[in-house]
């Protein structure tokens, strides 16, 4: 079975910094991963995939993330935020077994 | 536009009376799930469906049921609701389930509910 370990709850960041949220996964088959986002009073909504291919993800709204197999792996980075990136951000795994697994989220707070 | 539609977007309610969210895709899509989010706990999957007459509990099924009558509505239904439900309810549609499609959900905007 996977799992999805979201290593930070809640990140402060100033505005215009760069930014890393951390996902790392467990599976003993290969996966598809995911960075979802929710922004205040919404659902969520897909920031970015890694499928298969290239290891660096490139998503809506300037975000990007790095697959590490070695590391197990999938932080999304974006290099300056905005207080429009204010949200929750969740990453998740799917595998051959039909369920999509997701972390406990990362809220993000930008600070003016 | 393509969408999955919840109904209602906040409900408060009293402990014991049955009620039903909605949820409704437009995208033909084979799979639907239903979430529950709570603060700290992420993302829990009440139940999940492959297809038509196809359910399935997920992490946290107790005090809920489903059905799937048509491809395209999947209700949750709880039949004596209680406290400890009081929770922001997300309905999810993807093509279909597993390795071979890519796993992107689609959600609907959510469903506030309290149960006093």
């Known amino acids: 079975a996977q799992s999805v370990t979201q290593l930070d709850s809640q990140v402060p960041v100033f505005e215009e910094a760069p930014v890393e949220l951390r996902c790392n996964y467990s599976?003993?088959?290969?996966?598809?991963l995911f960075w979802y986002v929710q922004y205040p009073n919404q659902g969520l909504q897909l920031l970015l995939k890694?499928?298969?291919?290239?290891?660096l993800v490139k998503g809506i709204n300037g975000f990007e993330a790095e697959f590490n197999k070695s590391q197990t792996s999938f932080h999304l980075r974006k290099p300056s935020v905005h207080i429009s990136d204010t949200a929750e951000y969740f990453c998740?795994?799917?595998?051959?077994?039909?369920?999509?697994?997701f972390g406990k989220g990362t809220r993000l707070h930008i600070l003016p | 536009e393509a969408q999955v539609t919840q109904n209602p977007r906040y409900l408060i309610t009293v402990t014991g009376k049955k009620l039903t969210v909605t949820c409704s895709q437009n995208?033909?899509?084979?799979?639907m799930s239903w979430y529950r989010q709570d603060p700290g706990l992420g993302l829990r999957q009440i139940y999940y469906s492959m297809n038509v007459e196809v359910t399935d509990k997920g992490d946290v099924p107790e005090g809920y049921k489903v059905s799937r009558k048509e491809k395209r509505n999947f209700p949750l239904i709880l039949e004596s609701p209680s406290p400890n439900q009081t929770s922001l309810y997300f309905c999810a549609s993807s093509l279909s389930a597993g390795y071979s499609n890519t796993g992107e959900l689609f959600f609907g905007e959510g469903s506030r509910l309290t149960v006093l």
């Open positions: 995208m033909n899509h084979e799979y």
């Open positions: 998740a795994v799917t595998a051959n077994d039909d369920k999509i697994i």
């Open positions: 599976s003993s088959v290969s996966v598809y």
């Open positions: 890694y499928l298969s291919g290239s290891t």
